[in-house]
């Protein structure tokens, strides 16, 4: 499969913070390569999707990190976070378990994202630049 990362990230979700949109980026690329692995198999690969969930850790620890860094209160976002990934391996359990179907677990996997971008990682952003701001601080 060819899909190049590349202006997978729409620009009303590009947050200014190289390092998160970055991995936004990167977390829509692996979006659309389960996508693909998803239709071509009818079913959900085990090790693309974990490869998918491990990322996604990994990007919570960088915005909780660059959080930490500016002593900004991340509690309720590091739950949401937290209840993330519990939401999704629960997903993930009951679709390869044969209890749900793959295309509902892409569909939610899709909302959510976008979701997560909107409504809790925006907030921090602006949060974040209004702190650097005042602080002279870069990001
Ligand atoms: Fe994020
Ligand atoms: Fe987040």
Known sequence: MDISSRGLLPELLVLDIPEVDAQHEAIFYRIENLKFHCIEQNDLPEAVVGDLLDYLSE????????AAARQLDFTDHARMHRETLTTLRGWVRVVLS???????????????FERHIREEDQPFAAELHAREARTGAMS
């Open 59 to 66: 990007h919570f620890a960088t915005e909780e990190r660059i």
């Open 98 to 112: 044969g209890q749900r179907d793959v295309f509902s677990f892409l569909r939610y996997l899709e909302i959510w």
